[in-house]
């Protein structure tokens, strides 16, 4: 008798850590703000703004750009 509750704990405790296992790779948290947009509005290119800190169309009449320093 006690071989079987050794197995059955065995096999609660090999669940309880797969259910813990598994929970925590599918609630990891894909942050996508730090996904920034490509084309027009984003700010991986053009002129770099001094005010914002960010690449800009070059056309924010109170931005600081490179020709104005």
Known sequence: MKTVNRIANILRASAALLVTAVGILFSADDDESEDRPLGDGSDRFGEHNFRTGRMDSGAD????????L
Request: proline share 12%; hydrophobic share 10%.
């Open 61 to 68: 009449p109170d931005g600081w750009y490179e020709e104005d």
